[in-house]
């Protein structure tokens, strides 16, 4: 038989009044008393008094009988006695029926009982039992050799020091000595050292279910249960209270361990009085409350321990409702054990005494066995200033806080882990006060849901600790978290580092933003570890007034660092290098001049690795630029890549970065325009070429022949004539690094008709009306840069006049048109009005049979009137790109071999100069940028050209024409056209 201890270790919770040594010693003298009572009622035979065999006698393995006789109000005044001390039956089973009336009086005058071998059963019905005498029991079942069993319906009540209100016993250390207690009737207790309902067993189970049970007296226990070498099972179906000091809801001792089923309320009204108070020394401790109160100083409501020293020697506390302690230095939970891990899971626990403690966890025990782990899904509030919440000491523990839990003290710790526990702590709801996790590898992570408001400190301590922030947002106190390593923004937390003015965020082995996370520093925060931010997060440095922050380690960069608040004057200096893994550095700068004012600026004291983006945000409006500002400065070696995250559109220009010694600097070097404004400097310039092409002349109009009026046409009526032509031009616009190349495709669709016919003394006068189509798709191309395309779609109406002079060889033209266009640029789309007039004249000179000279000359002016384009930029919201007139003055003169195939039809060989007068256009743009063109000089062409007469009133006509300006920033052009014409 294991010996059971006689005193209850309590012990001290550091840092805190716990458990006084006053408290232990009235313990332990509580606990000695109560054993000693204990042994003296075990070893204790009935008064002489008694009637024995009193329902008659007893034989071996029968039932015996007692019912309702004699005196109507006490039907059995002696008692009932059945068996003595050294003289037990065997296998007896005493039954007493509903409506028996039992009341004893004198000391050591029980009400029943029965001492036993084999099995002793007693079974009582709907009566009533009562004792007055010290130890004096209601009903008291002992077997020598076996099982004791009592069943209860009786309401029970005794009053007298060390009585017991049912006790059932056994004597035997054989194994399957069980003891079996059903008490549903309600049991009182009146005196000293008093057990209410009290189970005892050397190797076998101790199973007690109750009802109602009350004792009021001093060191009196409402459930007491003892299995030296077997197990204590306890089971509650309502209120079980004790009302007098050092005394016990339910007192449990179980050598292979003990269960707890409390099913209603267990409560304590004196001092230093437990609701549970539960011992094994090998099995599990499994306690399942609702709610357990003790009023009383130094009272706990549970005290739960395991002295196995195995594996599976382990702790389990539940409750489903409240715990509270209301006197000084309580506890509400208190769970030790030196084998197994402790779990306690826990809705509401309450302190509001001074010195009280919500739980309190220890366990001895090493590695994973030495677990310590709390679940709190309602409100762990410690109310007293000198009070604490949770504390918890281990090889390691894990404290887990749901959306609906609460963790609060008053003035001392939440949370307090003592020694080198490693700690975890999971806060999924309100974490309050200050957290103390003392030594060992600690992590700490607030989810979601996690509410910080009412948090003042969460303290380490020394090892290695993690803090990790899993998907919450909110406002940041880094004063709030100290000793800790390691420091996690994960899953889309988005923090702002507060209070304004200097604060310190310390993560010696690193700071983590990951998985769309978000840090944003304020004023003067400062950063003591290194920063590692993952391709979806940033870290925003850009304060308020403005931002001055510092990383005392080095930065990884997969993310983006942010500084931009539209005010050019924020800093972030990192003392190590930076390793680039594609990721995005975001600076304010801010243009005045013509080239940078100030700007936001990041510096390094080590080297440059890998590869990193510079984003500009470009702020206008500055004063005028000095020198050149730096915006990145680096300390060590330039081992990576930093390069702009997109051309930088300043304007329309194009710029690049540029890096000087030890800093990065926009240098305002042009290396081109961007491509709305490209494309814009290219139409404008191109105007000329794609009018001529509309425009034409009167030979390409109508046919050379017919121009010319071959003899024999000159009577000829007014005719219908179209043409269908193709051009190709390349060229050069604007100037400088503000120059593009381009290259336009036409097509151009004509219809014309004669519309007037006179005959004058001299020769023959035609006027025409005429109207034109054409597409003009082009591309700008500029050194380094990809090319970008425009176009321009024209609509348009024609007048012209033509006089034949009588030989049909000569003649002079006019005519005119307007065309409407609708321009198509990167952007907004434009449109564009032009004009154009020409003149020409020509003639045929006979050089003898077929052959001819036909000299012609041309003068052409166009005009484009080109509307503004809108170009909204962030810099500049009503930027727009504007032209002046694109104007154009060509004379030509060409000069063409004839040879004639028949009077109808010939071909014609040659060419000619061409002189643009004027050929300029402008583009602007930007703060004032202009892109110039002037394409003015000569050109030379090269022409083929012929017709044929199919038919008497039908004529089809063609050429091919090749012009190249002699200067090389002028226009080439290559084209060719085939038309027809009808006479009536």
Known sequence: MRAVGSTKVLFPLAGSAGITARQRQLGALRLGVSWLALAVVMAAGPNPAHAADECGPAVPGGTVTCGPTGNPTNHYPDGILYGNVGVPVPDLTVVIEDGVIIGTTGDSQAAMTLFGSGDAVVDVGVA?????????????????????TITSEAAVST??????????????????ADVTITSIGPVLT???????VMGVTGDGLVSITTGRVTTEGFLARAIRATAFDGAVSVTTTDVVETRGDDSVAIRIDGGEGVRIDGQAAIQTRGSFSDGILARAYGGTVDVDVTSVGTLGNGSAGMFVSNYGTGAGNTVSVTSTDQITTEGSNGIGIFALSRGGAIDIEVVDVTTTGAGATGIYARNYAAGANGAVSVTVTGNVVATNTTARAISVRGAQSHIVITETGLVTSGQSDSINSVSSTIDTVDVHGTLAGTARLNAGDDRVTFYSTADLSRLTLVDAGTGTDALTFDGLAGVLDPAIFT??????????????AAP???????ASQGLFLSNNSALRLGDLDDIFGSVSIDATSRLVARGDSPGINSITGDLTLAGRLDLTDGAADDRTDVSGSLIGQGGTIALDVLFGGGGVAAADRLTFGGDITGTAFLE????????LAGGPVPLITFGGAMMGNIQLAQPLDFGGIVFELAQTGNSFTLALVEQGLVADVA??????????PVLQSLFGDLGARIGTGDALRRPGLGAEPPGLWGRIAGADHDGEAGNGTRGVDFEIDQFVLQFGADVLRAETAGGTLIGYAMAQYGTADGDAYQQGMASTGFSATSYGIGLGATWYAADSDTYADIAGMVNWHDLGVTGPDGDALSYTLGIEGGTRLPLGGALSLAPMGQIVYSNADIDRLSRPTMVDPAGSITFDRAESLVARGNLMLEYAIDPMSSVQIGGGLAYEFLGTSETRFGFG????????????????????????????????????????????????????????
């Open 679 to 688: 494309e814009s400097v290219a139409l404008g310039a191109a105007f000329a």
């Open 128 to 148: 009533t039992i009562s004792t007055r005498g010290v130890t004096s029991n209601g009903i008291w079942a002992r077997s020598y050799t076996g099982t004791a």
């Open 500 to 506: 304004a003015g200097a604060s310190v965020l310390s």
């Open 190 to 196: 009146r005196g000293n050292y008093a057990n209410g």
């Open 159 to 176: 009053e007298g020091s060390s009585s017991m209100g049912i006790y059932g016993s056994s004597f035997s250390t054989a194994p399957g």
């Open 929 to 984: 940028s202009v892109s110039k063109t002037d394409h003015g000089g000569f050109s030379g062409e090269i022409a083929a050209r012929g017709q044929v007469r199919l038919a008497e009133a039908l004529t089809v006509f063609g050429d091919v024409r090749v012009s190249r300006a002699f200067d090389s920033a002028g226009i080439d052009s290559l084209s060719g056209q085939i038309g027809i014409r009808m006479d009536f």
């Open 483 to 496: 000793n800790f390593e390691t420091i996690t923004f994960d899953n889309g937390s988005d923090f702002v």
């Open 616 to 623: 500009i945000n470009p702020i206008f409006g500055g004063p």
